[in-house]
Nanobody, 123 residues
Framework: VQLQASGGGLVQAGGSLRLSCAAS????????MGWYRQAPGKQRELVAG???????NYADSVKGRFTISRDNAKNTVYLQMNSLKPEDTATYYC??????????????????WGQGTLVTVSS
């Protein structure tokens, strides 16, 4: 599974950005897709996750400001980020887990990561 993330950039505090992550490869379905972020000197942390049914979860720090969604037909996950704060500055990574492999029709033993997209929020 290959994950291609896009949409990062520089924005002023209070602004908005929309991240996208498209999955490609030899699979049947992806149950879980999520966004994580890592700021300089800090550990990677979960931002938001979504399963194929549409159920979502969010880090407390982004609730009410960020919205995760997905298009199962396009195997793409989105992260709409509003009311951005300087503390949201980080590299954002998309993640895919519980992938059903096309060759075996079994759940992959692995999860997969995109290359990261940098979000910088200026004050």
């Amino acid at each position: 599974v290959q994950l291609q993330a896009s949409g990062g950039g520089l924005v002023q505090a209070g602004g908005s950005l929309r991240l996208s992550c498209a999955a490609s490869g030899n699979f049947v379905s992806i149950n879980y897709m999520g966004w994580y972020r890592q700021a300089p000197g800090k550990q990677r942390e979960l931002v938001a996750g979504i399963i194929s049914s549409g159920r979502t979860n969010y880090a407390d720090s982004v609730k009410g400001r960020f919205t995760i969604s997905r298009d199962n037909a396009k195997n793409t996950v989105y992260l709409q980020m509003n009311s951005l704060k300087p503390e949201d500055t980080a590299t954002y990574y998309c993640n895919a887990d519980r992938v059903v492999e096309a060759d075996t029709l079994k759940l992959s033993l692995y999860d997969y990561w995109g290359q990261g997209t940098l979000v910088t929020v200026s004050s």
